[in-house]
């Protein structure tokens, strides 16, 4: 087989999860990511099940063990900011406990680059034009010279370039489920050193916690409203927030709003899945979010990422590059599990958006807050649990 040349736009967990595995089954991998750099964040992810097999091994699990998160314990606060129980941080986080692993992102994304190692990173660029040729796809990029390559994959988000290219508009496949999310950083006054809050209220979400790493601490947040919110301008975002969670009953939570301002990684974004009718057209495939993104309700956007990846280099490997059947392969392996861990999120979404159901649970959360609260956690991990292990892997190099 001639060694094949593929141009990976992002170098995201996916991106970087795809290099990986398309260098070690004999191809040449080349990502281009829009950042300067490999871009860091107070945020936290999951992994579990299939994605973290792959992890396993990539042979990069004793490094991800090392630097995962390692809070103790959780703590479920009412509406006024009042202990309503205590539990395993795991359960909390709908992880299993001693397998499931929580680490911060942008750790991930450091340990997986050193997996890749010298392989070409392009940053601070990004893919203007794609143009597939038939027995090779065109690229012109905003900054540096166009050049040609065997395969392109897009494994740039939620927000895929890649995907407006080459398949059409975002809006053709883009579900907003009405939920905006977002992150910052603020002073640990609450002293979050080894214990992580949540915080449920009608339409509204709040977790707090501390990167090992950081002196800071910070807040990730979900809330629906019917007060639409268009700019893009981190200002206004900002003022939006704060005007959202202006009726908290919390007495610390405006301590925690006016770190806001001062974030140096504010993140803010609606929720979306997208549902495409195929991931691949012609020398071009997506991966992860571009093409499946399941929302942070489901708790399985890294790991079903991470499978993807190794799922589509491994089918090009077995296929000894052939896309058409490389790339068909892989969504016929994958489809079905990506189905089952995109429909995780309807539970969450369902409560989050305020419907009669919410309603209901926030009464009920009233009367047996602790019960209510024990009763879901388990109910959400058996069903993540069982969807994160839904994929039965290949051991593409067993016959190499």
Known sequence: MKTKTVLISGAGVAGLSVAYWLKRFGFVPTLIEKHPCLRTGGYKIDLRGAGLEVLKRMGVYPAISESRTKNTRGVLLDETGRQIMEMSVDLLGTRLEGVDLEIMRSTLCHILKDAVKEEECIFGDSITRISDRNDSVHVEFEKH????????????????????????????????????????GFPNFLNLNDCEIEQHTLQKFVNLYRDRKSTQATAAIAFSTPKLCHSRDPKDLQQYIAEVFA???????????????????????SMAQIHMPYWHKGRVALVGDAAYSATPLSGQGTS?????????????????GDSAIAFSQYEALMRPFIKKNQELAAMSLRIMKGSAYSKWVHRIGALMPAKLVDFFKKRALKQTTKAANALRLKDYEKNR
Not at 251 to 268: C, M, Q, R, V
Not at 304 to 320: P, Q, T, W
């Open 145 to 184: 010279p166009s050049r040609t390559f065997d395969l392109v994959i897009g494994a740039d988000g939620l927000h895929s370039k890649v995907r407006k290219l080459v398949f059409g508009e975002e809006s053709n496949f883009s579900q907003d489920l009405g939920i905006y999310v977002s992150v910052w």
């Open 247 to 269: 009726g908290s009953k919390w007495e610390n939570f405006p301590k925690i709003l006016a770190g806001l301002a001062n974030s140096p990684d504010f993140y803010f974004d």
């Open 304 to 320: 079903i990422a991470i499978a993807g990846a190794y799922v589509l280099a491994g089918e090009l490997f077995e296929a000894h």
